[in-house]
């Protein structure tokens, strides 16, 4: 394997030569490499995230989320069918689709108002956003292990029922049927909370 030269004045930074390297490099278990290849390429994918998630604490633990993603399945990348830049970008532009579309279901079911103080699903000055924190939190908490496990990877991980039928190692049919069932519960659970609140 061919060493890694030192970046010069005449080097730019979107080298794909350089980049294919550390990816050879890291699918070798090279961790130097990985972070390497970090301040190379975190740059142009933040801005990507961020783009589209208006939102910089997602768009930094989805950045964290697809180099992680990168270190395990770095035998995926294949040089002929493009650079490593572009096969990062991919991932990234399908990450952050996938986490707004679950932000954005969770908003338009009313089910969560936000998953710790620090996101911004709810608006931070909104006086009843404790209230709303605690009510979804006791929803969650009345789902099964089960449900809450496929609610979780799928609402606050942004994970496709594809990905979570490989997470869980079950048939995506059943992702689908747990997730539609959880659902029912955290409504008919919120529901229920808020008529008691008007007796």
Request: glycine share 4%.
């Amino acid at each position: 394997m061919e060493a890694i030269s030192a970046p010069t004045a005449q080097t730019q930074p979107d080298d794909p030569a350089i980049d294919r390297q550390l990816m050879a490099k890291i699918q070798s278990g090279d961790q130097t490499a990985l972070a390497t290849l970090y301040d190379r390429q975190a740059p142009q994918m933040m801005g990507l995230a961020m783009r589209i998630l208006q939102n910089r604490r997602d768009a930094e633990d989805l950045l964290h989320d697809v180099f992680l993603e990168a270190w395990q399945k770095a035998d995926a990348y294949q040089a002929d069918r493009g650079t490593v830049r572009n096969w990062l970008l991919l991932r990234t532009r399908s990450r952050a689709i996938d986490r707004l579309r679950a932000l954005k279901t969770a908003r338009e079911k009313g089910v969560l108002c936000a998953i710790t103080e620090e996101e911004t699903i709810c608006d931070e000055h909104d006086p009843s956003t404790t209230a709303d924190n605690i009510l979804a939190r006791k929803a969650l908490d009345s789902l099964s292990k089960i449900q809450r496990i496929v609610i979780e990877l799928s609402y606050f991980e942004g994970l496709t029922c594809s990905e979570i039928a490989t997470h869980c190692n079950i048939p995506i049919g059943t992702v689908k049927s747990r997730l539609s069932a959880a659902m029912t519960k955290l409504r008919d659970q919120l529901s229920a909370t808020e008529r008691e609140a008007n007796v």
